[in-house]
Nanobody, 124 residues
Framework: QVQLVESGGGLVQAGGSLRVSCVAS????????MGWFRQVPGKEREFVAR????????VYADSVKSRFTISKDNAKNTVYLQMNNLNPEDTAVYYC?????????????????WGQGTQVTVSS
């Protein structure tokens, strides 16, 4: 079992930056692929970024590529999402997720554990 708690969301102006964090409790955080997803009311949960178990490989959605960076600190049981040059279309609830198998995927249904989410609002 893994419990995930996100933090760091908030209100930021367009063009600004924000870093959200996700702390995992439980065992063997280094065995988990981690992903970030986001969701707005009335829409499906959307893939944002994912990172491999050792943090050496990352994949991004086209909409955030070159603006967002995912990183993983296995010593701190934490995954981060650094978001730069934010725009109002990035407004959403951001969720982190953990997958306890060796292969990492971008589909939400591939993930076993989810946090409660943190709201990110970008004003124009």
């Amino acid at each position: 079992q893994v419990q995930l708690v996100e933090s760091g969301g908030g209100l930021v102006q367009a063009g600004g930056s924000l870093r959200v964090s996700c702390v995992a409790s439980g065992r063997s955080f280094s065995n988990y692929c981690m992903g970030w997803f986001r969701q707005v009311p009335g829409k499906e949960r959307e893939f944002v970024a994912r990172i491999s178990r050792n943090g050496g490989s990352a994949v991004y959605a086209d909409s955030v590529k070159s603006r967002f960076t995912i990183s993983k600190d296995n010593a701190k049981n934490t995954v981060y999402l650094q978001m730069n040059n934010l725009n109002p279309e990035d407004t959403a609830v951001y969720y982190c997720a953990a997958r306890g198998r060796s292969s990492c995927y971008t589909a939400p249904e591939a993930y076993d554990y989810w946090g409660q989410g943190t709201q990110v609002t970008v004003s124009s």
